[in-house]
């Protein structure tokens, strides 16, 4: 289980609100999303597209694809590789990203 280490200066960060799935969470402005997201106990970010097992993420440095979500309607992003910011809407990868229609 991933336990954070808040110091004070991290407690005095200013928090954002986002939603997850449609629950609206609170997280500190400017970390990661994905950090956000863990220190707030959004896990695992997204199952397997083969075995269903869970995934969470492991680099924190956009190696390891592990951390990829829908962020307000984008699919597959790299959650360790963007800021959470105010009113991001996130939805959990449940399977394979869907095509996306063209034109
Ligand atoms: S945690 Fe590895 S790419 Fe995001």
Do not use: W, Y
Request: glycine fraction near 8%.
């Amino acid at each position: 289980m991933f336990e954070p280490v808040v110091t004070t200066e991290a407690e005095a960060q200013p928090r954002v609100s986002i939603t997850v799935d449609g629950r609206a969470i609170k997280v500190r402005k400017g970390l990661p999303l994905a950090l956000a997201l863990m220190e707030a106990n959004v896990v695992p970010l997204r199952r397997s597209v083969v075995s269903g097992a869970p995934r969470s993420p492991l680099c924190l440095m956009g190696v390891c694809f592990e951390c990829l979500i829908h962020v307000d309607g984008r699919q597959n992003v790299q959650s360790c590789m963007i800021e959470a910011s105010e009113g991001m809407s996130i939805q959990l990868a449940t399977g394979a990203p869907q095509m996306e229609e063209v034109g």
